[in-house]
């Protein structure tokens, strides 16, 4: 079964950083881009970037662009989405899913909180 | 960027109801968009892609429509699982952007 599983729910305070991870399975982890997603609290869907694994070729949301890092580590087929410095408003729900057409796989989500 | 706009924002409905939402895009994305449905807690689901395609085990009962700007997904006759949250996405130019969701609720 193809699946992508993502790292567990994190509290952070203001300022730290934080890397999340998604790891696939039951498919060619190159063969696809992947996609991160938000959703704040109560709030609907953002796209925030993509990136092609084979070569890391990333595309970035505007809003997203400089907020946050994409990247992958192609060894051990895994996604990842980086905060170098976290601010209250991160406080989200984010989603990885791979790219086929449109999003056809998700992973479950890792809750990201961050309070002071 | 391409906004994409549903209306409406919350439907009322019963069970076995005929419904549509419609999702409209600021510019032109041809047949690029999908539709997700999300359930309170739950992880989105895609439904539909290039506008009309069902995804493999999705019922039948759920159809979309259109092309350029302007598209619709219906549900023919709604089941008490279909009461959920939908999304529009467009996905022909970066950013992909998604629709601001359809609360589909039981009356």
């Known amino acids: 079964e193809v699946q992508l599983v993502q790292s567990g729910a994190e509290v952070k305070k203001p300022g730290e950083s934080l890397k999340i991870s998604c790891k696939v399975s039951?498919?060619?982890?190159?063969?696809?881009?992947i996609a991160w997603v938000r959703q704040m609290p109560g709030k609907g869907l953002e796209w925030m970037g993509v990136i092609y694994p084979p070569d890391s070729d990333t595309t970035y949301s505007p809003s997203f662009q400089g907020q946050v890092t994409i990247s992958v580590d192609k060894s051990i087929n895994t996604a990842y989405l980086q905060w170098s410095s976290l601010k209250a408003s991160d406080t989200a729900m984010y989603y990885c899913?791979?790219?086929?057409?449109?999003?056809?796989?998700w992973g479950q989500g890792t809750m990201v909180t961050v309070s002071s | 960027d391409i906004q994409m706009t549903q209306s409406p924002s919350t439907l009322s409905a019963s069970v076995g109801d005929r419904v549509t939402i419609t999702c409209r895009a600021s510019?032109?994305?041809?047949?690029?968009l999908a539709w997700y449905q999300q359930k309170p807690g739950k992880v989105p689901k895609m439904l539909i892609y290039?506008?009309?395609i069902l995804e493999s085990g999705v019922p039948s009962r759920f159809s979309g429509s259109g092309s350029g700007t302007e598209f619709t997904l219906t549900i023919s006759s709604l089941q008490p699982d279909d009461f959920a949250t939908y999304y529009c996405?467009?996905?022909?130019?970066?950013?992909?952007?998604f629709g601001q969701g359809t609360k589909l609720e039981i009356k």
């Open positions: 996405q467009q996905y022909d130019s970066y950013p992909d952007t």
């Open positions: 510019q032109s994305i041809s047949s690029r």
């Open positions: 899913a791979r790219l086929n057409n449109a999003l056809d796989i």
């Open positions: 290039r506008a009309s």
């Open positions: 039951a498919y060619s982890f190159t063969r696809y881009w």
